[in-house]
T-cell receptor, first 113, second 120 residues
Framework: GEDVEQSLFLSVREGDSSVINCTYT??????LYWYKQEPGAGLQLLTY?????DMKQDQRLTVLLNKKDKHLSLRIADTQTGDSAIYFC?????????????FGQGTTLQVKP | EAGVAQSPRYKIIEKRQSVAFWCNPI?????LYWYQQILGQGPKLLIQ????????DSQLPKDRFSAERLKGVDSTLKIQPAKLEDSAVYLC??????????????????FGPGTRLTVL
């Protein structure tokens, strides 16, 4: 069945880079997404990558996709205390992209000053 | 533009009681989703509407959960009767399709703040 796995917790110092990893199972996923959730708030889309890309850069964010290993990572450069949140990886299910997302369990990023 | 609105933000009920949640999606968004997010887990899709029709309700516990989307705009999610394991945050999201890379449709979902339900 469909499954998305993430490590649960990451702690970094302010100014360092953070790397959050994710593995997924549906090889027909068209898009893969990274969402951010701050306490008491809904999910906010950070970035996404199309399945025929290996890398996407968006300001401080770099997404790497290894389709062979079904591995996705999110790198945050120069991590700030405001980046402290839960980060969710999600895959869109199936090549038809009906919109159904399968989320990982989330990685809590703690940024220490 | 205004975001996805949900109410109430918090609800505490006793088991076997009923509860209803309301969602107002972003204007013009044809697709509406209800997710359940249990503490420490990622959101899980309960039901997806396209306009006022159901696209996917395979994960909705239909013996106790029901949802409707009035005139293809607002939506309500009801639980009757509630169980302890229904304690969670219920998230509503809406989306419209737009062109992404290589002309494939891309589907960004916009989430509301959620309703936190506690069942005692």
């Amino acid at each position: 069945g469909e499954d998305v796995e993430q490590s649960l917790f990451l702690s970094v110092r302010e100014g360092d880079s953070s790397v959050i990893n994710c593995t997924y199972t549906d090889s027909s996923s068209t898009y893969l997404y990274w969402y951010k959730q701050e306490p008491g708030a809904g999910l906010q889309l950070l970035t996404y990558i199309f399945s025929n890309m290996d890398m996407k850069q968006d300001q401080r964010l770099t997404v790497l996709l290894n389709k062979k290993d079904k591995h996705l990572s999110l790198r945050i450069a120069d991590t700030q205390t405001g980046d402290s949140a839960i980060y969710f990886c999600a895959e869109s299910l199936g090549s038809s992209n009906t919109g159904k997302l399968i989320f990982g369990q989330g990685t809590t990023l703690q940024v220490k000053p | 533009e205004a975001g996805v609105a949900q109410s109430p933000r918090y609800k505490i009920i006793e088991k076997r009681q009923s509860v209803a949640f309301w969602c107002n999606p972003i204007s013009g968004h044809a697709t509406l989703y209800w997710y359940q997010q249990i503490l420490g887990q990622g959101p899980k899709l309960l039901i997806q509407f396209q306009n006022n029709g159901v696209v996917d309700d395979s994960q909705l516990p239909k013996d106790r959960f029901s949802a409707e989307r009035l005139k293809g705009v607002d939506s309500t999610l009801k639980i009757q009767p509630a169980k302890l394991e229904d304690s969670a945050v219920y998230l509503c999201a809406s989306s419209f399709r737009r062109k992404g890379l290589d002309r494939d449709p891309y589907n960004e979902q916009f989430f509301g703040p959620g309703t936190r339900l506690t069942v005692l």
